[in-house]
């Protein structure tokens, strides 16, 4: 049964490595950009491409407009970003995702290289216990930091930005959203975050059942039957 159990969290183990993998990499490799149209006062019919790029960390407040051709429509685009800072909820979801892969590459070495030194332990099995179900509950804050902070990049990137520019609210100018790139990468980055708190959430049983906290009864149990003397006859 106990190498059963060990065997079962290599592949919970090895399964929390690839799924941390997409998770920081769906996130931290994304580049996009949003366009909108411009229509000029002095030729309406002739429309003028606004873009703005953006990526990881997601600080939108740095990812400035640019024209073609320059200061199209007599505007200095370059002086126009985007809303919003986001850097903060993607670097903690990365970084924690990327620690979360080197723990799971130790924790591997130890199930296969350390097995009798783990087993006979009682402060390993405890330790690791409460390892796994901090980074159970990290993967939930992360992911829904995460989550939050792509809804709001969404909205920053998406039709608001007509309302948003100074400049699409000058006389004569009309201004139309025209794109943004596909998100469908960072969607499946907060899948892999949410899949991630899953496994180790499974994870921390069979980690318990390892822990003197499984069975202390029967660990007590063998050490007074280990302690009471043999009765003497009369």
Same mark, same amino acid.
């Given at each position: 049964?106990?190498?059963?159990?060990?065997?079962?969290?290599?592949?919970?183990?090895?399964?929390?490595?690839?799924?941390?993998?997409?998770?920081?990499?769906?996130?931290?490799?994304?580049?996009?950009?949003?366009?909108?149209?411009?229509?000029?006062?002095?030729?309406?019919?002739?429309?003028?491409?606004?873009?703005?790029?953006?990526?990881?960390?997601?600080?939108?407040?740095?990812?400035?407009?640019?024209?073609?051709?320059?200061?199209?429509?007599?505007?200095?685009?370059?002086?126009?970003?985007?809303?919003?800072?986001?850097?903060?909820?993607?670097?903690?979801? +990365? #970084? *924690?995702?990327?620690? /979360?892969?080197?723990?799971?590459? $130790?924790?591997? !070495?130890?199930?296969?290289?350390?097995?009798?030194?783990?087993?006979?332990?009682?402060?390993?099995?405890?330790?690791?216990?409460?390892?796994?179900?901090? +980074? #159970? *509950?990290?993967?939930? /804050?992360?992911?829904?930091?995460? $989550?939050?902070? !792509?809804?709001?990049?969404?909205?920053?990137?998406?039709?608001?930005?007509?309302?948003?520019?100074?400049?699409?609210?000058?006389?004569?100018?009309?201004?139309?959203?025209?794109?943004?790139?596909?998100?469908?990468?960072?969607?499946?980055?907060?899948?892999?975050?949410?899949?991630?708190?899953?496994?180790?959430?499974?994870?921390?049983?069979?980690?318990?059942?390892?822990?003197?906290?499984?069975?202390?009864?029967?660990?007590?149990?063998?050490?007074?039957?280990?302690?009471?003397?043999?009765?003497?006859?009369?």
């Amino acid at each position: 049964m106990a190498s059963n159990i060990y065997l079962i969290r290599q592949r919970i183990n090895r399964l929390g490595q690839i799924a941390s993998i997409f998770a920081f990499a769906t996130c931290g490799g994304f580049k996009g950009k949003t366009e909108i149209l411009v229509s000029c006062p002095s030729k309406v019919s002739d429309n003028k491409t606004i873009t703005a790029t953006f990526g990881y960390p997601f600080r939108l407040n740095e990812a400035s407009f640019q024209s073609l051709p320059v200061n199209a429509c007599d505007v200095h685009w370059k002086k126009f970003v985007l809303i919003g800072d986001y850097s903060s909820s993607a670097q903690f979801y +990365v #970084t *924690f995702a990327v620690f /979360v892969f080197l723990y799971c590459i $130790a924790a591997l !070495l130890l199930y296969v290289g350390y097995t009798n030194l783990y087993r006979d332990s009682r402060k390993l099995p405890m330790t690791d216990f409460v390892v796994t179900i901090v +980074v #159970t *509950f990290l993967w939930l /804050v992360s992911t829904s930091a995460w $989550a939050k902070a !792509l809804t709001d990049i969404k909205t920053a990137t998406g039709h608001n930005i007509v309302r948003e520019l100074t400049p699409c609210h000058s006389q004569g100018m009309m201004c139309y959203f025209g794109s943004v790139t596909s998100m469908g990468s960072l969607n499946v980055s907060v899948i892999f975050g949410f899949l991630n708190m899953i496994l180790w959430g499974g994870n921390a049983w069979f980690v318990y059942k390892e822990t003197n906290l499984h069975s202390p009864s029967n660990t007590s149990a063998s050490h007074a039957q280990g302690g009471i003397p043999p009765p003497t006859g009369i």
